[in-house]
């Protein structure tokens, strides 16, 4: 007999190879998708799929491993017997789901998630539609799956095959020790973001992302968001009217540029993000002066909007609404759901479709907030992140410094075939603001360090820029700049102050055929996409959720969400409504009752389209 000190590390192996098989599973099923795929693909679907397959798999372990922690302790327990049972019923449960997951993705083209509860109040019409599946085939796979592992349990791996240690202590501390060690697989490494769906997209074709997916683990996680996307707390009127409404916002504006900036056909595109840049600390914007004296000289150079506001207050949101044109949701974010962000639209594939080569530049991990699933679904032909950089230029929490991210990206674009679209995303600027160069301004309080960190990027920034104009590709490239989204800091603004969310869009560049402009059309984060592309009269038909900002608009607008309510800016004034209280808790003089149903009308059906993506 085995000794029991090895049971647990032996027992989340067990899970680990089910999971492996589960995988193979459901790749053999669809062997007609699976054909379409690499031999390199299919092997990355174990290799990626793997932390998640870990994760779970820790999961499932905690029950049993705590089991044996009491009976080391108390001799006189037994355990054997209830881990059995534990083990035997969760792979029928398992196994019947691996069953279902495996003929749903054939009609939904994702993985077995929350989706299905949208449908329990109506049993006739899920019963109607289980009625075409091979049941027959399902329930052999069922009981296949689950009978060989039950068995190989039984004879391998139970607990009862192996003999208790003779020093109970040695027992009681390896116990110990197993049982913390699984906290390394759960959260999926040392890294500072926990695992997310982010670590299996490792490919531009979606099916060799969702192979790479942890069913149950993509289950647990959707289960626990599913009162966030399930359905739309935002019911203010009819559909169809705020459908309406939303529609005239946009045929309001014309889609044709009032006049063609660039003298350049087809220029490399540079688009620069960066982190938490608000208008506070923008002296071209009418902030603070000297914080960021390179952002505004080039907004002097280039075509500077100097009325943006961002959609969202988080980075994941702000990557969508820049990259996608799309709208912020409240209390969550449609970048955490690989199956939504696949019907949005990006700016890399149209580039991409556009015969441009393209890259993603982030000193950060690009797993956090679920950003790099959202880019793989985006088609970016390079993803440059944390781990392309030495350890040594690394701050204490996020990354690669700014500066080191930019020398990075000048080195690249040396070699880089034109055209390309290349995406910048900078990282000093957000907490906890570490800077490698000397401080400029004056105190140690977060609001001093906030303005040296947006400094320093100001400063690396300068340096990027200054260099990039000595480079044979600039004349020929338009360089897009704006923020992720606001900050509270200075003056430390309530979550729902439109001075939080203001921020820079500037247009630079040696494709600009005339630059000194300033531009003061009234905008928000989502309309960028549309008027870069505009520029370079490339289609925009797929993003309708982007306004190009030089063209005629006879119903100027920002939106921007906050935690569950939202901002609805025109001319007329400023309009902010509390979801909860289903009431203003702003109401400008000049703003009227038709701006109010408009901005619920906004709120309504952007959140109804994100639920039914």
């Not at 399902?138 to 009862?160: E, P």
């Not at 926990?194 to 074709?205: A, L, R, T």
């Not at 409240?330 to 890259?359: A, C, H, M, R, W």
């Not at 990039?468 to 490239?477: E, I, L, R, S, V």
């Amino acid at each position: 007999m085995k000794n029991r000190i090895i049971f647990q590390p032996f027992y989340f192996l067990f899970w680990v190879l089910y999971f492996i098989v589960a995988r193979a599973i459901f790749l053999i099923y669809h062997l007609d998708r699976t054909a379409e795929l690499s031999s390199s693909d299919v092997l990355y679907t174990f290799v990626y799929g793997l932390r998640l397959d870990a994760s779970f798999a820790a999961y499932i372990s905690i029950l049993p491993f705590l089991l044996l922690l009491l009976a080391s302790l108390w001799r006189k327990i037994k355990v054997a017997a209830a881990i059995r049972y534990y083990t035997v019923a969760l792979l029928v449960l398992l196994s019947t789901l691996l069953a279902t997951d495996l003929e749903l993705y054939s009609h939904w083209g994702f993985r077995l998630d929350a989706s299905p509860l949208q449908y329990l109040n109506s049993p006739t019409e899920m019963a109607a539609s289980a009625a075409s599946a091979p049941i027959l085939i399902l329930f052999l796979v069922t009981f296949a799956i689950a009978a060989v592992f039950i068995l190989l349990y039984r004879q391998v791996f139970d607990l009862g095959k192996y003999k208790p240690a003779l020093n109970q202590w040695l027992l009681v501390g390896t116990a110990i020790l197993f049982s913390a060690l699984l906290v390394l697989p759960l959260r999926g490494g040392w890294q500072q973001i926990p695992i997310n769906q982010s670590v299996v997209y490792f490919s531009d074709k979606p099916f060799a992302n969702h192979a790479g997916l942890n069913m149950p683990w993509n289950l647990m996680h959707a289960l626990l968001k599913y009162e966030q996307s399930g359905s739309n707390p935002y019911k203010y009127m009819p559909e169809q009217e705020a459908q309406k409404k939303v529609a005239s916002l946009y045929l309001a504006a014309n889609s044709d540029s009032k006049e063609q900036l660039l003298h350049v056909q087809r220029p490399n595109v540079l688009f620069i993000i960066l982190e938490s840049y608000t208008a506070k600390f923008i002296g071209s914007l009418g902030g603070e002066e000297g914080v960021t004296p390179n952002l505004d000289k080039l907004a002097a150079e280039g075509i500077n909007f100097t009325d943006i506001y961002a959609a969202g207050d988080r980075s994941e949101k702000g990557m969508v609404a820049l990259l996608s044109g799309y709208p912020v949701q409240t209390t969550t974010s449609i970048i955490k759901y690989p199956k939504k962000t696949e019907k949005l639209p990006q700016l890399s594939q149209v580039f991409e479709q556009q015969g441009y080569s393209t890259s993603y530049y982030y000193g950060g991990e690009l797993e956090f907030a679920n950003i790099k699933s959202y880019l793989r679904n985006g088609g970016y032909n390079r993803l440059i992140d944390k781990y392309d950089f030495d350890p040594s230029s690394y701050n204490s929490k996020w990354g690669a410094h700014d500066h080191v991210l930019f020398e990075r990206v000048q080195q690249d674009l040396k070699q880089e075939k034109q055209p390309f679209f290349s995406t910048v995303y900078t990282l000093s600027s957000h907490e906890p603001f570490e800077i490698p160069i000397p401080a400029k301004f004056a105190g140690t309080d977060e609001e001093a360090q906030f303005r040296n960190s947006v400094h320093y990027t100001d400063w690396a920034l300068g340096k990027f820029i200054e260099e990039a104009k000595q480079q044979d590709w600039w004349q020929h490239t338009l360089v897009v700049i704006a923020a992720d989204h606001g900050h509270r800091l200075p003056g430390n603004d309530p979550n729902h102050a439109p001075s939080k969310y203001k921020i820079p869009f500037i247009l630079a560049g040696g494709a600009l055929a005339k630059g000194g402009i300033t531009e003061n059309s009234l905008g928000s984060q989502t309309d960028i996409a549309a008027t870069v592309l505009a520029q370079l009269q490339m289609p925009t038909q797929d993003f309708k959720w982007s306004r190009n900002l030089l063209a005629e608009n006879s119903s100027p607008f920002a939106f921007y969400v906050y935690n569950d309510g939202f901002g609805y800016i025109t001319p007329n004034g400023v309009l902010i409504f509390d979801n909860v209280a289903k009431q203003a808790i702003q109401l400008d003089s000049g703003v009227t009752q038709e701006q109010v149903a408009y901005g619920k009308a906004y709120m309504q059906h952007s959140f109804e389209d994100f639920v039914l993506k």
